[in-house]
Structure formats: structure tokens, C-alpha cells
């Protein structure tokens, strides 16, 4: 059978005379009707005429013929929500990396053979202006992901839900790389517009900030704050429809845009400082500018402040209209509302939610305390301490003072709980205040978002039993029900079915095409994986994918790639626990290896790096850098005759994703073990066919019981080992003495044979592995070198290859964002979903 969609998508015909079509004249309609869609939309939308439209207006124009259809569905799904009163699940996320929006509508609403067959007669080709779309600059790395995921799953499962978030306008940045070092550009994705996006002037909310309190006493004698914001700025809404799959339901994401309440100072406009007339304005509009802005300097600090306080009180504000428009009083939002914080960055909504219901409603402080508990979730996305966001406490007492005396307060009620619960332990009472008075006194947003909600969960089995052994192990301990896991999950509908075409018809042919709508039925692959016919179909299709990614890596870096070699790919986000640094010391002392022993039969091999670092993270760029200087060295060694290339992509993105993922052998999910939440890129490589080496961090332990041991390579510590070594001694002189491997890959690093431009570039970076190994790469290379030798020798099996493949991607229906979705809308949201398993 052939993989379409369409017949089962297709808009029910109520036309008498269309009853006796046959599947092929309906086709030929809907193809006939789209096409004349798409040339009014570039004829009256674009204003182009056929003989004068380029790649880009035919983008735009198939765009908006298209965001017709996905509106139809919008209507009716906000419709019923409204007419039954459903409960509504707001999913607050600073980042939501949605990548392209063409093809992934198209998938959903069964559209993919319509709008190509409408596009062929036009004569246009639907590869070429697809390409044309940028991705959302809207996110960073797995967090955005994971956000974007969710969203599609909560319209596949027909949950009313919206996500909030914030319309930058440059998004993290675009990343170029020059002689090796990045270089950080602005991401013009709104440069050319968007056509997914319904701007909303009509909804716009005056945000405050800074300013003073006053206390009022009302007729009754009951003191009431009221807070006078010096500043203000408006937040303007805008959507973007999320299509669940066949578009049964789609919900929205609305993102702020920050602007200026007077967007110009016409009196010193007139006086000649035409300049500073439009001061206010560019301060305002800073706010939805730039996703995390650096925060190493007191403007930039303050100016993330603002960021997380705008989004989080236009969402408030916005939801709570909602609210009050069906259901009349706030007292009952809790019952017809559950709010999602994805991760501690919108954490401050906990505050002004109870600011909004105190200062504003009138409700009693311990019912509106009430109400606000019960509305909120927190999902933890992180152990590390940098990430659990604290606030120096005169920046929050100048900015949001009202917050600062509601933060004062729920503490000062918060510890006398403290105290009667654990009489005289004040070590308890200074672990878990809102206040950390060790350290300059700041606000604890983690302590904020885990105190202020009735659910706290972690995302994968081990993160969340660390969280209570670690970073909330004293909250665990006053709340022990609060905390519980719900292992992260990704779209099929994007990270195979979209992504990896070919072997989502293979899926079908052998499983049957329910396997598109049932995640579990991926158990049914199993059996093939002994199948000599579909072992040899399954390498074809991955065969096809390498061919594509050495095309996109000959034309975007210039290096040739042999597509028979051993992809192994490490794409993520740019950090030492992530431990791009071990992969490449791997990479260096193979290189050694082969150069020894050239006459050996050689596994070939590729090693594949992307991923961002952060602007203000030096030593993240310094690893950049060694990669690039690595792959010199390698990529021009004639005597390698083929046996191991080094690639660095640049700029990596969801889309240079969607062509990577299919196409890898071997991905590197090799964190130092407690330190990786969960992970998603893992499931989406082992779903398209790719072997795991890792360690036991994250999902990766959830990932090893689904698939089996003989088809992943784990090594290394596990968390309690690393725990522990920490306690000892971070000191890794021990560990390098031993290993002549690694004793010679770090000596040729520290004396420059890889920057001989500047041979003291990376002793550094030497240095704190031998002497400051807090992530362990010196801990684990050995363990690390040997299993990859384990690697390269069952690639040399490839029927043992195959069959582990195989196995991978039967083991993944777990790990569908549809699985966590269900799991958060029953334990943590109590909302129903579709269709009821």
C-alpha cells in the first residue's frame, strides 16, 4: 500500500451529486479547488500575478491557502470548547521551538498529495519553496522542543489547551561559524512575515513595573496594596494555530509582543532629540526581542526579569478574561483551568496570580492561596543549580515591589508551617525558604514554582527520584506526594512520519496503517528484526537518508562524506555536562589509532557535531573551536584514506534536525550521568533506527529497559558513582595516569598540535580536565573508548546491526509525546482526552 493519508482526513462530502465519486475525482477536486485557492491567495493576498511571482510569494501563497483549511478546524474546536464549558490546560513556556509549519500542517490535515498535485499544475515545485520557510526562531534546544511536542499532542488528543509564550523578534540568534570560532548574528525569521501568525491588536494588556505601593483601607477597615507601576508596557497577542493529527483538533499558541504604551515623545521629538524620543520605545520593545539575553551584566539581568514578569502576567491576564467571560468568577478557575510551568522561567506567575486575586478580586489571602496551588503544575526540567533561577532581592523589591512583599509574606507563612512541621531544624527552615540569605539574598523561582503548585513533576524516571534526593529533597520531605515523574515524550508525526518518509511506508507495509494513530503498536516491529528481507529494506531506507545528509554536508561545509561509513552524531546544545568534549577526545585518540595502524581493516566513520552555545559561555565556544580544529587536521590527512571524517554543522535547527536524525547510525547521548534530564533527542534518533551509546542519565535508563542491553551501549558512572567521586575528589590525575590513550590525546591538545596557530589555546581546557574534572570526561574515557570499540565491531555484523536497529525503533511507541500528554492530562490536569484509552 501506498502511504496517504488523505482519504481518511478528507472533509466528510455532503453534496448529493459528489456521493457517487470515486476516490481519484475527489482527489482531482480537492487538487482543482486548492489550486485555485492558492493563485486567489497570491493574485489578492500576495499581489503578484503568475508571470512575476518568485519561489517566495508562492510559499506565502500556498501558506495562506492552506492556514484557510486549519482555520475551518480552529473554529470548530473553539466552538465546542466554549459550548461544553471544557476545562482549558495554558501551557506557560519561555521558549517553544516549532520549526517549520508548511509540511507539518500539511501531514496533519492530510493535505501532503492535494497541495502537490496543486503545485504541479501550477508548475511550481513544493520541494523548492517549503525550503523557503525559516524556522521559528522561538527556542533554544530540547526545552522549546519539548514544548512544541506537547502542544501538537494536546491537539491530537483534542485537549482545549493554549500555549503562551513570547513573540521574539530575533529569537536566540543565528549561529556562523569563522576560521572555527562561533559567531552570534541576528535570527531574522519575522524578516519577510509570517503567514501562520493572526496578529490580535484588539487583545493587548499594560503590563507594570517598578514603582510603589500604597496601602489603602476600604470602608470595612480592611487594608487593601495597591501597587502604582512607574512603567508600563503593552503586550499585544498574537496566534499561531497547532493542528493536531488528522486535524480533528487544533488549539493555539498565542505569543506577546512587547510595545511601547506612547511609542514616541513628540515634545522632544519637536525639541530635536529625535533620538531619544524614541528611547521608551526601544526599552519596551527590548523585552521581545532576544531570546535569553545575556545575564552577566545588571541590565541583562533585569531585562530577563522583565521578559519572564511580561509573558507571565499578559498570560494571566489573558487567561483569566477567558475565564471570567464563561464562567464568571474567579473563584472556580482552578476547576475549569490548569496551568503548566515548563520549568522555573514562568515561575513568577505564581505571584502575580496571587496578586491579581488579592489586590484585584478581593479574595481572602488563604482562598486565593488555595485557588492558586491548585491551578499551577511545575515540571522540572534541570538539577543544575545555575538553571534553577534565583533573583537578587533588591532588583525584584525595585521592579516588581508588590511581588517582593507577596514573596515576603507567603514565606513568613511558609517557615511557621516549616517550624511546626520541623521543630528547631533550622537547617531545614534555610534550605527551604523562598529567600536564600546565604549568597546576597535572592528569590528562589525553583522554591516559588514548587511551593506555589499542587503537582511537581520530573521528566524521566531517574531526574525525578533526584529531585528528591537532591535539589527538593527537603520540599519532598514537607510534601511528600507533590513530586512525580512523567517521562518525556516526542511527536511521531514530526520525527518519523514527516521526517523519515521512507521508513514510516515501511512501518505501514509490515504493522498496518493503524500504526499511525496507536504508538503501542510499534511492539509489532519486534518480530521483523530477525527478518532477513526487512533488515535489508530497513538498511535501504537509512541507506537513502545518509545519501541526503552527504549532499546537505557537501553543500553547506564543503567536505566530501563516504555514505557507507558509520554516521555517529552528537547534535545538541553546546555544554561541558552534555560532554562534546569526551566525543572529541574519543575522536582524536581513533584518529591516532589509525594512524598507527593504517594497514588495519578499518571501520569508516563519520563524526557528526551541532549544536549552539550560549553567547556568555566561553568555554562551550572553546569546544566549538576544538572540533573545527580537529576536523582540519583530520579531514585533510590523506592517509586516513577514508576511515574517519569530522563535520561540524553550523546553526543547527529543527530542520537541519529533521534531515540529520534520519540519516544517523549511532547517536551519542553520553551526558555525565545525573546531570541530563530526560533528553528527547534520544528517543527521536533510536525511532529512526539509530543505535544509543550513553551513559545512565535521563531517559536513557528508561530507553535500555525498552530496547534491551544487547542493542544499546551503555558505559561509564552511574549517577551515585559520580555523586560520589565528587565527594572524594574531582582531581582526575589519577585516572590519566593510568590510561596511555588518554595520557597521549590530552598531551597533543595541551601542546597545540591541533592549534598550531596558537598552541596554549586549549591548555585550559586540559587543565581543568585533569585537575577539575567535575564532569568526568577523564573519569569515563576509558570506558567510553572501549565501548565505541564494541560499536565499530558489531557495524561490522550488520546483520547484528540491522536487527538492533529494528529493535530500537519497535522499543520507541513509549516514548510518544502522546503517551506523557495522556499521563499529564489524568494525573496533574484532570482533563479528558481523545480517543479514551
Keep these: 500500500m501506498t502511504l496517504d493519508h488523505d482519504a481518511a482526513t478528507a472533509a466528510p462530502v455532503t453534496e448529493a451529486h459528489y456521493s457517487d465519486e470515486s476516490p481519484a475525482e475527489i482527489q482531482a477536486r480537492e487538487i482543482a479547488a486548492m489550486r485555485d485557492s492558492i493563485e486567489q491567495k497570491l493574485y489578492y493576498q500576495v499581489g503578484k500575478i503568475r508571470i512575476a511571482a518568485n519561489n517566495r510569494d508562492w510559499y506565502v501563497a500556498t501558506a495562506l491557502a492552506v492556514r484557510d483549511r486549519v482555520v475551518d478546524g480552529w473554529h470548530r474546536s473553539t466552538d465546542s470548547t466554549y459550548t461544553h464549558g471544557a476545562k482549558r490546560v495554558y501551557y506557560m513556556s519561555l521558549e517553544f521551538l516549532i520549526g517549520r509549519l508548511l509540511r507539518d500542517n500539511l501531514a496533519n490535515l492530510g493535505l501532503n498529495d492535494v497541495v502537490k498535485g496543486a503545485l504541479d499544475q501550477l508548475g511550481v515545485d513544493f520541494d523548492a519553496i517549503r525550503q523557503i520557510e525559516p524556522d521559528a526562531a522561538l527556542g533554544n534546544g530540547g526545552l522549546g522542543r519539548l514544548a512544541a511536542c506537547y502542544l501538537e499532542s494536546m491537539s491530537s488528543l483534542a485537549i482545549p489547551a493554549i500555549g503562551y509564550g513570547i513573540r521574539y523578534e530575533r529569537g536566540l540568534f543565528r549561529q556562523i561559524v569563522k576560521n572555527g570560532f562561533q559567531q552570534e548574528y541576528p535570527e531574522d525569521w519575522l524578516e519577510l512575515g509570517n503567514p501562520w501568525q493572526f496578529e490580535r491588536p484588539e487583545i493587548s494588556y499594560n503590563i507594570g513595573f517598578g514603582g510603589e505601593v500604597a496601602m489603602v483601607s476600604d470602608s470595612d477597615s480592611e487594608t487593601q496594596h495597591v501597587w502604582h507601576p512607574a512603567e508600563r508596557v503593552e503586550a499585544v497577542a498574537y496566534d499561531i494555530p497547532i493542528v493536531g493529527w488528522r486535524g480533528r483538533h487544533v488549539n493555539a499558541l498565542r505569543l506577546w509582543s512587547a510595545r511601547a504604551v506612547d511609542p514616541i515623545r513628540l515634545d522632544a521629538f519637536n525639541q530635536g532629540d529625535h533620538v531619544g524620543a524614541l528611547s521608551e520605545r526601544a526599552r519596551a520593545e527590548s523585552i521581545s526581542q532576544v531570546l535569553y539575553p545575556s545575564d552577566e551584566t545588571p541590565a541583562g539581568q533585569e531585562l530577563r526579569l522583565r521578559q519572564e514578569y511580561f509573558f507571565a502576567a499578559a498570560s494571566l491576564q489573558d487567561l483569566l478574561r477567558r475565564h471570567l467571560k464563561s464562567f464568571k468568577t474567579v473563584e472556580t478557575l482552578h476547576e475549569k483551568a490548569a496551568i503548566q510551568l515548563n520549568d522555573t522561567h514562568p515561575s513568577i506567575a505564581v505571584i502575580e496570580l496571587m496578586r491579581i486575586l488579592v489586590d484585584d478580586h478581593n479574595v481572602p489571602w488563604q482562598q486565593a492561596w488555595d485557588i492558586t496551588r491548585e491551578t499551577f503544575c511545575y515540571t522540572n526540567h534541570t538539577l543544575l543549580p545555575e538553571a534553577l533561577e534565583t533573583w537578587p532581592v533588591p532588583l525584584m523589591e525595585r521592579l516588581l515591589p508588590r511581588h517582593m512583599q507577596i514573596i515576603y509574606l507567603l514565606n513568613l507563612m511558609f517557615l511557621d508551617e516549616v517550624k511546626q512541621r520541623f521543630p528547631g531544624d533550622v537547617a531545614m527552615m534555610t534550605s527551604l525558604s523562598l529567600v536564600d540569605e546565604t549568597h546576597g539574598r535572592r528569590v528562589r523561582m525553583g522554591n516559588v514554582a514548587f511551593l506555589g503548585s499542587h503537582k511537581v513533576n520530573g521528566v524521566s524516571a531517574l531526574h525525578t527520584d533526584l529531585m528528591r534526593k537532591t ?338 525503533t519497535a522499543g520507541m511507541g513509549f516514548f510518544s509525546s502522546d503517551r506523557s500528554i495522556r499521563e499529564y492530562a489524568s494525573d496533574l490536569w484532570n482533563v479528558p482526552t481523545w480517543p479514551k484509552k
Design 471 to 808: 535539589v527538593f529533597h527537603d520540599f519532598n520531605a514537607m510534601y511528600p506526594d507533590r513530586i512525580n515523574n512523567k517521562t518525556n515524550g516526542i511527536t511521531f508525526r514530526r520525527w518519523l512520519y514527516q521526517s523519515n518518509p521512507g521508513l514510516t511506508q515501511l512501518v505501514v507495509d509490515a504493522v498496518g496503517p493503524e500504526i499511525l494513530d496507536d504508538e503501542t503498536l510499534f511492539a509489532k516491529l519486534a518480530p521483523f528484526a530477525d527478518d532477513a528481507s526487512f533488515q535489508e529494506k530497513f538498511a535501504a531506507v537509512k541507506q537513502d537518508n545518509k545519501a541526503a545528509l552527504a549532499k546537505l554536508v557537501r553543500e553547506r561545509v564543503g567536505v566530501r562524506l563516504n555514505p557507507h561509513a558509520l554516521f555517529d552524531v552528537q547534535i545538541k546544545r553546546i555544554h561541558e555536562y552534555k560532554r562534546q568534549l569526551l566525543n572529541i577526545l574519543e575522536t582524536i585518540a581513533l584518529y591516532n589509532a589509525i594512524r598507527a595502524q593504517p594497514m588495519r581493516d578499518w571501520a569508516p566513520r563519520v563524526k557528526i557535531f551541532a549544536g549552539k552555545a550560549a553567547p556568555s559561555y566561553h568555554r562551550a565556544k572553546l569546544i566549538i573551536k576544538l572540533a573545527h580544529d580537529v576536523a582540519r587536521v583530520i579531514n585533510s590527512d590523506p592517509t586516513l584514506r577514508d576511515a574517519l571524517k569530522v563535520v561540524f554543522l553550523p546553526n543547527y535547527n529543527v530542520s537541519l534536525a529533521e534531515v540529520v536524525i534520519p540519516a544517523a547510525d549511532l547517536s551519542e547521548q553520553i551526558s555525565t550521568a545525573g546531570m541530563e534530564a530526560s533528553g528527547t533527542g534520544n528517543m527521536k534518533f533510536a525511532l529512526n533506527g539509530a543505535l544509543t551509546i550513553g551513559t545512565l542519565d535521563g531517559a536513557n535508563v528508561e530507553m535500555l529497559e525498552r530496547v534491551g542491553s544487547d542493542n544499546i551501549f551503555i558505559f561509564g558512572l552511574t549517577a551515585e558513582e559520580v555523586e560520589a567521586r565528587r565527594r572524594q575528589t574531582i582531581d582526575s590525575s589519577d585516572f590519566i595516569a593510568k590510561s596511555d590513550v588518554l595520557q597521549e590525546v590530552l598531551t597533543a591538545v595541551e601542546n597545540g598540535n591541533f592549534s598550531p596557530d596558537d598552541p596554549g589555546r586549549y591548555r585550559g581546557l586540559i587543565e581543568a580536565i585533569r585537575y577539575h574534572d567535575y564532569f568526568m570526561v577523564a573519569a569515563d574515557f576509558d570506558a567510553y573508548y572501549r565501548r565505541q570499540r564494541d560499536v565499530a565491531a558489531t557495524w561490522r555484523r550488520p546483520s547484528d546491526w540491522r536487527r538492533s536497529a529494528v529493535l530500537n
